[in-house]
């Protein structure tokens, strides 16, 4: 492992791997646990239930024509080939059944989507999608509510135009609004000659210019694009579009850099002001650094979606890529729990619920459990926000999301997750499982008599100034607890300052400070991380300090990093599925140039006198062993002072700042703290190594082996 000409005090490719595939058995790139992927499962592998969504739309085309789209999606997981293991589709409209059938349907296998155009306008009213494949059926229902013809855009503000060479990267793309007198969504639609779909963007509110990402167009190379404009943001929910018609483009062979820009963010009476990175202490080349390898496709920071950073209460950083916007509602995946803390927080404050010690069965006297047992009785709702309920939930990346899938499939989704048997006592241990996020919700519900969106709206969002967001209910209208919220990450960025400032927005006390500083300390340990009440919490270490961090975590990238020391909240947002090495890329984005681009306050730490015998006792060799790999680190004193070595490199110093906790800087892993234990005779045993690499913000520990 030794690594050529440069200084490093451990081997940053075991830390990766320590991260990646220590306590949890998986890849670096996920959380533990993490959650199910979204596409809309609402059924395990072997049920005889077919997931199905389906939307009907008005379409207004290019021809100035008018069209009824119908789409019928089948979920995943689907027990069979797509698309002919579906034996047959119906649809039923306001007036009684259309004549359509399977045969009338083309099939875009990247979607999985059977979808249909119709010459005229749709009927107002409901729809229903029935799917049947054997002895298995699956449904789902649309209604339109509103017919009108959304103006197309005009081609002649397009960029770049019909014809035109593309010769940098990332492609940037624009074009003017549509007049109407309604909000409007926009929607950049990328295909190759051979029309296949080579990216697109999502439906956001008042868009009108995206970038594409880096590299995916490819030099010398035609392709095609068009912009949608409709109604909604979901395609479910929206009622009528319109789309202009293809405009070809070419890449050039050579492309030059796009280079990034720095601009103040934007204030647009939302509740946040903002200020320049410079006005703010920040080194704003350092953050330059990190937007310009976002821009250009660097893959140690691909698939990134947007960053935006808030030091001392103003927005100073506000950037989107990939097609995304500041209106673009971003699925947050688990830092949804992280909100439903908050909202445990609140609901128990005003009266709601009594304590959080409270058994969990108290609020569902309807529900006998399966499997009752004394251990069961005893879950409290604390256990939930601890993620130890005991419970055999079988719900994580480990166990593809198995329970989770069970839990979709059955009746009653409480209780489902009442039913299930124990595994051990409730508070043994951290297991990460969704079901507990989804109870705590139920609870919530129960408590309040209020749907949790509604409850959320009422005593959280509001407060916040945060009124566009998604959050769907289970088919028993139970806000779903673990994740699928939507919001604008403006809005996560608020959720932070919130709580860095001990619950308080705008001088407004939503949730107390007790509660923040109560969920968000360590309650138990989740491997080698460390867990509150759904918040995760860490330290860096910079100019010989350590710097306390909590965090929202949701799968695929989506972070709400907050560290009070430094007056600092960093949002993150990423592309949700198929991306391999979020958590990397989000922890280097944090360490690597956020930290280091903040002046921290204050004196440095004064250096400790350590007596000379005692530095002899830290002498000697330590390793930490994991999956087969070796890291040894060599401690040795020299002219009455310690250094570490790793890999025959050179020794870097350690400076005392008390008997036992130590300080250093290494090139490779940047600022680390070293603190040293003893055995029950006194002996020096361990140190733990607490630092920041490119994947956590975690603490590793060595033993001592001679």
């Not at 167009?217 to 404009?229: A, N, S």
């Not at 130890?388 to 069970?406: F, M, N, T, V």
């Not at 430094?566 to 922890?587: I, M």
Request: hydrophobic share 35%.
């Amino acid at each position: 492992m030794r690594r050529e000409n440069q200084k490093c005090f451990i081997s940053i490719t075991l830390a990766l791997l320590y991260v990646g595939l220590g306590f949890w058995g998986c890849a670096a790139s996920r959380i533990p646990g993490s959650d199910p992927p979204e596409k809309n499962e609402t059924a395990g592998p072997n049920s005889s239930i077919i997931p199905v969504r389906g939307a009907v739309t008005h379409l207004h085309e290019s021809d100035k024509k008018t069209y009824t789209v119908i789409d019928i999606v089948i979920g995943d997981p689907f027990n069979g080939a797509l698309p002919d293991d579906i034996d047959s589709i119906t649809v039923t409209g306001p007036q009684g059944k259309l004549a359509l059938g399977k045969n009338d349907f083309n099939y875009h296998a990247g979607f999985r989507d059977f979808w249909i155009s119709i010459p005229g306008v749709p009927e107002t009213g409901t729809y229903t999608f029935t799917v049947r494949s054997g002895k298995r059926s699956g449904s789902a229902t649309d209604t339109q509510t509103a017919l009108r013809t959304i103006p197309l855009p005009d081609i002649r503000t397009f960029s770049p135009a019909a014809g035109e060479t593309i010769n940098r990267k990332p492609p940037h793309f624009s074009w003017q609004a549509v007049e109407a007198d309604i909000p409007l969504y926009y929607r950049l639609d990328i295909k190759d000659m051979q029309d296949k779909d080579i990216f697109r963007t999502g439906y956001v509110k008042d868009m009108f210019s995206a970038h594409a990402p880096a590299n995916m167009l490819k030099p010398g190379q035609t392709y095609r694009w068009r912009v949608r404009v409709a109604d909604g943001a979901n395609w479910i929910e929206l009622n009528n579009r319109s789309q202009n018609q293809w405009q070809q483009i070419t890449v050039a062979q050579t492309l030059q850099e796009r280079q990034y820009s720095y601009r103040v963010p934007t204030e647009i009476n939302d509740g946040w002001q903002t200020s320049s990175l410079t006005e703010a202490g920040m080194d704003a080349e350092k953050i330059k650094e990190l937007m310009h390898r976002i821009l250009i496709g660097d893959d140690t920071v691909k698939n990134i979606h947007s960053v935006l950073l808030v030091k001392n209460g103003r927005l100073v950083l506000e950037e989107y890529f990939y097609g995304t916007h500041r209106n673009h509602l971003h699925p947050i995946q688990s830092d949804t729990k992280s909100i439903v803390s908050i909202l445990m927080g609140i609901a128990f404050e005003k009266g709601f619920i009594k304590n959080i010690d409270q058994p969990i069965l108290d609020f569902f006297p309807e529900i006998t459990p399966a499997n009752l047992s004394a251990d069961k009785q005893a879950i409290t709702i604390e256990h939930l926000l601890m993620m130890a309920p005991g419970l055999q939930c079988r719900d994580s990346y480990r166990y593809k999301w198995r329970g989770i899938y069970e839990m979709r499939q059955s009746a009653d989704w409480t209780q489902f997750m009442l039913d299930l048997p124990m595994a051990e006592a409730p508070g043994t241990r951290f297991e990460y499982c969704n079901g507990a996020s989804f109870l705590l919700s139920a609870i919530i519900q129960k408590a309040t008599g209020l749907q949790t969106l509604e409850f959320a709206e009422n005593h959280l969002f509001s407060h916040l100034g945060i009124t566009e967001l998604r959050w769907p209910a289970n088919p028993q209208g139970i806000t779903i607890g673990w994740g699928e919220m939507r919001l604008k990450p403006r809005d996560m960025a608020k959720i932070g300052y919130m709580m860095l400032k001990g619950g308080k927005w705008q001088g407004k006390q939503i949730v107390s400070r007790s509660w923040v500083d109560d969920s968000t300390q360590t309650h138990i340990k989740a491997g080698r991380y460390d867990y509150g009440y759904q918040w995760w919490r860490g330290n860096a270490v910079k100019d010989n300090r350590v710097i306390d961090a909590i965090w929202a975590w949701g799968h695929g990238g989506q972070f709400i990093f907050v560290l009070p020391a430094l007056d600092l909240v960093a949002v993150f947002t990423a592309k949700h599925y198929e991306n391999p090495g979020f958590s990397e890329r989000a922890f280097n984005m944090l360490t690597g140039y956020t930290i280091p681009a903040v002046t921290l306050p204050g004196p440095p730490p004064k250096i400790a006198k350590v007596a000379p015998k005692v530095l002899e006792t830290y002498v000697g060799t330590y390793k930490f062993e994991h999956d087969g790999q070796t890291e040894s680190v060599d401690l040795i004193l020299k002219d009455q002072k310690l250094y570490g070595r790793s890999n025959d490199e050179d020794p870097v110093e350690l400076y005392p700042v008390a008997e036992n906790k130590f300080y250093g800087t290494s090139e490779d892993i940047g600022g680390f703290k070293l603190q040293f234990v003893k055995d029950q005779k006194g002996n020096v045993a361990n140190f733990l190594l607490h630092f920041a690499p490119q994947v956590s913000l975690m603490s590793i520990p060595f033993e001592k082996v001679k």
